[in-house]
């Protein structure tokens, strides 16, 4: 059952009891999650400064892209960065596909998600989730 697929930096190697996988995750987690801290910052600035002026259409519009930021960076911070996963700890895999881009989401037992992407040969990865993984 050892499979291994390429990732455009990377890899993802299917093995007996485990899934090994090799990419720049916990990087492009951080640096979501900094940006989008940054954002709120700003965007918590000029929630102030509307506050102050009395612009009750600036006031609600950046309320609501704070509390939008807010949730997003909560959602960038839940995801697993994990590079060894047990398969008993796998509760489901799918590939899905946002705008082209084709992506391996294996959500944990945790509720957690590891989102794998970048992947090279999508098609035979889906052929092999289906097969191995139509279970879990």
């Known amino acids: 059952m050892r499979q291994t697929f390429k990732l ?3 890899e993802i190697l299917f093995d007996e009891d485990k899934i090994i996988i090799k990419d720049d995750a916990k990087m492009q987690k951080w640096s979501s999650s900094l940006i989008t801290f940054m954002g709120i910052m700003i965007l918590i600035l000029f929630f102030l400064k509307s506050y102050k002026t009395g612009a009750q259409f600036d006031f609600w519009f950046e309320l609501i892209f704070i509390l939008l930021g807010i949730l997003l960076l909560t959602i960038l911070l839940l995801r697993s960065v994990k590079s ?7 509760k ?13 989401d294996i959500k944990l037992v945790n509720n957690r998600l590891r989102r ?3 992947i090279q040969n ?5 052929k092999y989730v289906a097969i191995n993984f139509d279970t879990k």
Do not use: P, R
């Open 8 to 10: 455009k930096k990377g």
């Open 116 to 118: 794998v992407s970048d």
């Open 92 to 104: 489901s895999m799918k590939i899905k596909q946002v705008f082209g881009n084709k992506f391996l």
């Open 122 to 126: 999508a098609k035979e990865l889906e």
């Open 84 to 90: 060894d996963i047990a398969l008993n700890e796998v």
